[in-house]
């Protein structure tokens, strides 16, 4: 047992840093006061470019690779990091420099929340879904999000967040669709941008993922993406060029996926060409766990840092570097930009110190942007909000609708309070109860419970209450796709029984993407609540009894059928693939299958307007408990036009209306009919009329050229577009570019 024991020390010791560096971050587990003298590196007035060549000089082999790789993370297969129990339980960790003053870099997932604080006995608080804060449209809301998360993070240990996901949703059925900020890039890229940044500001590092065209999970480590270079660079590439020029995140992280035959953690159009010279992105590229197949091809690509072993960027890196094969100075690039980072992003300045969080504060911050975010759809006969002087029962049917709403699950997935981490895909319902919010708003209204296991008493209940509610539920997943928009669980069966009982049926979805609803003209209201976070049953309480009036509108359109999709049959990795732990242990690996993005620059909205395919709701569609109208449409020439219009509030309630800018481009681009180019949240109280202005950036009126690699604004006839969604924009005016 004892020469076992040894021998499976001296194999993991192979995966990872040499035994004489280990040693050393094991007895300088401690960070040293700061000394300008001794380290002049510590001076902050240098930047942080100039910091990192400092320490740098400084540097052994051994511990400029110990800073290019993890060290295993809980639960993850494989050797174990003969350090891992330096973690702090989270995604992972990467060693510092101790004797040098560079901290340990601790990582958490942290895409709507801080996940695995139950293992290292903490509390965190669990936003809205990414998805969800999209709804807004609110920068403001987007930089709230990341700053609670930011602070959350330190509070427990972590100086990195692994949030920060921008894929544009080309398939609604992408099981993190969640984790995204919809379909169009313009919309996804800013308000990401937001979060990273003011995340950044909380002196945490921030990610900015998963680079790129990772749009479902099905064979997500064997898929190859096959799309355009214009393609990308207009819809998937720009959400990320917007949400790096916004918020400068001090991390990318590459994804699992192929893009046109080269996996994304060593494909040097991506990480090199795009990344590094197009956008002159100066923070470390991380790959995705397990995302990393190569040494010397991922070096070169552009590739800096493995997660969350060190198979490729451990011992073998370092053999590659003696031998020549990678570069002295491609190593020392590698470890340029994780100091840089860490300078930068000022966790070597800050350093994160556990502490006992504001819950209370990031309630009010989660309630507040769940009630920013939630979409009403429906509203027939204005049953919304509701009349606490005309209706004195009302009826609350769904599945745990009386303890809890649902949460999104896999990495993303915050812990509940009160209990363990769940297992990966496991159904999680936050203790927020609709049931317990909706009946302490108003004592006076008899609230009764159904969970809607037996549909007929759910319907009996329905018939013999003023009003019912329906908590409508889909759960979505990392590691899973949808294989239908349909809810689960038989739940229209259900709607459809409990409207037919009482048409005064209103219905909130808790979904973590688009629905489609068969019911949708038997009931009187419907809600969008997404996944709603700590707060949810509060704030859908507010919205459904008017203390608060809806704004959000959609990021995505939710399509009538799977059918209208671009791709109606979910392509699925084929019988006789490699797997996923074959691909992801295999220094050789090669993509099995191909999803061919053939409509190309048609995402979302783009897509079902070149089709002329009818929708059920349309992307920017909100409704609210007011109206609002639009006039005096003036658009300035040039090629950063101003766009300035008047929008009324014509209601008897103060509301806050997003008013959308599009741009259909001359004839002769190859575009879709039109492309959101900017928006503005414009709050007016009842009866008041308010100016809007919005400039347009140039790129946003661009196409871009494969030939030259370059944007160009085409001379023609442009056609800008105002209104209250992607469907319903009454002004119009023509601008002309020379």
């Known amino acids: 047992m004892m020469k076992q024991a040894l021998l499976r020390v001296a194999i993991a010791v192979t995966f990872f840093t040499a ?101 290292n006995g903490r509390y965190s608080t669990a936003l809205p879904s990414n998805l969800a804060s999209a709804a807004s449209w609110d920068p403001q809301a987007a930089c709230d999000y990341g700053a609670l998360i930011g602070r959350e993070l330190r509070n427990q240990g972590y100086n990195m967040t692994l949030g920060g996901g921008v894929n544009v949703t080309r398939d609604p059925r992408n099981g993190r669709t969640f984790e995204y900020m919809g379909e169009d890039p313009i919309l996804a890229g800013t308000l990401v941008g937001n979060r990273i940044k003011c995340e950044q500001a909380e002196h945490v590092i921030g990610d900015i993922k998963h680079y790129a065209v990772n749009d479902q999970e099905s064979g997500r480590n064997e898929v190859d993406s096959i799309i355009s270079k214009r393609a990308m660079r207009e819809s998937d590439l720009l959400a990320f060029e917007i949400g790096i020029q916004v918020g400068d995140p001090a991390a990318v992280m590459c994804s699992y996926n192929a893009v046109n035959g080269d996996f994304a953690c060593e494909n040097k ?13 100066k923070g470390f590229v991380l790959s995705d766990w397990g995302g990393t197949h190569s040494t010397v091809k991922a070096s070169e690509a552009g590739l800096d840092n493995e997660e969350p072993l060190a198979e490729f960027f451990g011992e073998p890196l370092k053999q590659a570097v003696e031998a020549g094969k990678v570069s002295q100075a491609d190593l020392d690039l590698h470890v340029h930009r994780m100091l840089r980072s860490e300078f930068a992003a000022g966790i070597v300045d800050f350093p994160a110190r556990r502490s006992v969080p504001d819950i209370e504060g990031g309630w009010a911050t989660s309630r507040h942007i769940a009630e920013s975010s939630t979409v009403l759809l429906k509203n027939k006969d204005s049953i919304l909000p509701i009349d606490a002087s005309k209706v004195h029962s009302i009826a609350i049917i769904g599945k ?36 317990k919010a909706i009946s302490a708003k108003n004592p006076a209204i008899k609230t009764s419970f159904a969970s809607g296991d037996d549909v007929a008493a759910a319907a009996a209940l329905a018939k013999q209450s003023d009003v019912a509610i329906v908590f409508a539920y889909q759960w979505t997943s990392e590691g899973m796709d949808l294989p239908t928009l349909t809810l689960e669980d038989n739940q229209d069966k259900l709607i459809a029984a409990v409207a037919a009982a009482n048409p005064k049926t209103i219905v909130v979805l808790e979904t973590g993407t688009a629905a489609t609803m068969p019911w949708v003209d038997s009931v009187s209201g419907i809600l969008e609540a997404w996944y709603a976070g700590s ?75 070149a089709e002329k395919k009818p929708v059920l709701f349309p992307f920017g569609f ?102 209250g969604s992607s469907a319903a924009l009454d002004l119009t005016k023509k601008l002309s570019l020379k």
């Open 400 to 435: 745990n609708a009386d303890m809890g709403m649902i949460s999104g699950g896999g990495s993303a997935q915050v812990d509940p309070p009160g209990r363990m981490p769940p297992h990966w895909q496991e159904h999680v319902w936050f203790p927020t109860s609709p049931l």
């Open 622 to 723: 909100g409704l609210s408990y007011t109206t609002y109208s639009y006039s005096d449409l003036k658009v300035s020439e040039g090629s950063s036009p101003t766009v300035t219009f008047s929008v009324k509030n014509t209601g008897s309630r103060d509301g806050v209306e997003i008013a959308q800018v599009y741009a259909s481009l001359p004839d002769g681009a190859g575009e879709p009919p039109k492309r959101l180019v900017g928006w503005s949240r414009v709050p007016l109280k009842a009866g008041e009329s308010g100016t809007a202005t919005v400039t347009i950036d140039p790129k946003y009126l661009s196409v871009y050229d494969d030939a030259s690699n370059s944007w160009k604004l085409l001379p023609g006839s442009y056609t800008i577009r105002v209104g």
């Open 19 to 119: 035994p004489c560096a280990i040693a050393q971050h094991v007895m300088h587990n401690g960070q040293p006061a700061a000394d300008e003298k001794t380290q002049p590196w510590q001076n902050k007035s240098l930047s942080p470019d100039q910091r990192a060549d400092l320490v740098l000089k400084e540097m052994t082999l051994d511990e400029k690779i110990a800073l290019l790789h993890g060290n295993s993370m809980p639960g993850w297969p494989g050797p174990k990091s003969p350090i891992a129990y330096m973690g702090n339980g989270g995604a992972g960790f990467v060693v510092g420099v101790p004797r040098l003053g560079i901290p340990i870099i601790q990582m958490s997932d942290a895409a709507y929340g801080v996940r695995s604080s139950g293992e």
């Open 269 to 281: 159009y991506l990480l090199t060409d795009v990344l590094r010279k197009a956008w002159d992105f």
């Open 535 to 609: 707060k949810g049953a509060d704030a859908i309480a507010n919205i459904l009894f008017g203390d608060v009036n809806p704004s959000a509108k959609l990021p995505m359109t939710f399509p009538a059928s799977e059918r209208d999709l671009p791709h109606p049959d979910f392509v699925v990795p084929p019988p006789g693939a490699q797997g996923r732990e074959a691909v992801m242990r295999s220094g050789t690996a090669k993509p099995t299958f191909a999803v061919h993005y053939d409509e190309g620059l048609k995402v979302g909205y783009k897509w079902y307007d």
